[in-house]
């Protein structure tokens, strides 16, 4: 109970460490999502819109890519990216951009492979009109994509709470510096391995809390989507 005590009363003393972790976790993985999103979903879109040859073997690829292992993530781009690897001259190595970078290749196909699958069912219903009205390719994809929008967002959140919770790519690239890299996770598991619980405990509480927070806004819009719109 003591250290339980000891991190709500860290939490609350607004501890500039602290906090300082916790934002940059967010500002990481937020980035790691927005272009996530802006790479996945037009793919998701394109592939449950068209039956172009090879989208059985794309959507097996990105399936795939759901199980690579963060951790042999973090040691590919960190043979790419070292200064004796072919892109070492970006010398992103141990900075966040490269966070950024592991955290987009883990979330990618998640977003990719799920939205496929979530939008392929409303394609099939909206087919026959499209064919009908010989609708663009890309006013199926907006439409398609748009029509899904409150369905994709537990899919968005799902690459949200991977991301926040990812450690082993992260902790590769990013080297665990303090006051640059040194994200939730991470801090998570050095304070672990020094014996400082009450650091480690206060920061998974506060993931606890982000999680719960984020969902409990989603059921929100959900309630709110199915008053105000007729899908």
Do not use: W
């Amino acid at each position: 109970m003591g250290v339980l005590s000891d991190s709500f009363r860290l939490i609350f003393s607004f501890n500039s460490d602290l906090y300082e972790i916790i934002f940059l976790s967010l500002k990481i993985s937020s980035y790691a999502l927005v272009i996530s999103c802006i790479i996945g979903l037009p793919i998701a879109g394109f592939l449950a819109s068209t039956n172009i040859t090879g989208k059985k073997t794309i959507i097996i690829f990105f399936n795939s890519m759901m199980a690579l292992p963060p951790v042999f993530v973090g040691l590919l781009l960190y043979i790419l990216f070292s200064q004796t690897g072919p892109f070492g001259f970006f010398e992103i190595l141990y900075t966040p951009s490269i966070m950024v970078i592991a955290q987009i290749i883990i979330i990618l196909p998640i977003i990719v492979s799920v939205s496929t699958e979530l939008m392929q069912h409303i394609f099939e219903e909206y087919k026959e009109i499209f064919d009908n009205f010989e609708v663009k390719l890309i006013n199926r994809i907006i439409t398609t994509v748009f029509d899904a929008r409150i369905s994709l967002i537990t899919c968005i959140l799902t690459g949200l709470g991977r991301a926040l919770s990812e450690v082993g790519a992260i902790i590769i690239v990013g080297g665990n510096i303090i006051h640059y890299t040194r994200v939730m996770t991470t801090t998570i598991a050095l304070e672990t391995s020094k014996g400082n619980l009450s650091m480690a405990m206060s920061l998974g509480i506060v993931l606890i809390i982000i999680s719960i927070s984020i969902n409990a806004i989603v059921m929100i819009m959900k309630t709110i989507s199915k008053k105000n719109f007729y899908d």
